[in-house]
C-alpha cells in the first residue's frame, strides 16, 4: 500500500509531536510511536515523513532529538533510533 505525499493533513504530525511531549509529561518518545498513534495499521509508509517533520522541529527548536541520551546534530540525517523531548528551559 503506497499513500500520496499529500495524504496527510498538513501540520498533523508537528502537532502531533506536541501533543505527544504533553502527554508524556517530560518522558522521550520514539517518533515511530507518533505514527503509530494517528495511523495504527499503516504507520511504517508515515516514517519518512515523521521523520521529516521531527528534523525541522529540531533545527527550529522546537524540540530535543537525542541518541543514546546525547542530543544529535540537526545537520545530519540521524543513524538509527532516535527519542524526541521536550526543549528543557534554562534560566
Known sequence: MSFPRNYI??????????EMIRMRKGSS?????VVRWLYPN???HFMVDVQSEMMEMYRSG???????GDPIDPNQSPKGPVR????????
Do not use: H, Y
Request: proline share 6%.
Open 84 to 91: 524526541i523531548s521536550k526543549v528543557v528551559e534554562t534560566l
Open 62 to 68: 522546537l524540540i530535543l532529538v537525542s541518541q543514546k
Open 9 to 18: 493533513e498538513p501540520n498533523i504530525l508537528r502537532l502531533a509531536i506536541f
Open 29 to 33: 518518545f520514539c517518533p515511530s510511536e
Open 42 to 44: 499503516a504507520w511504517q
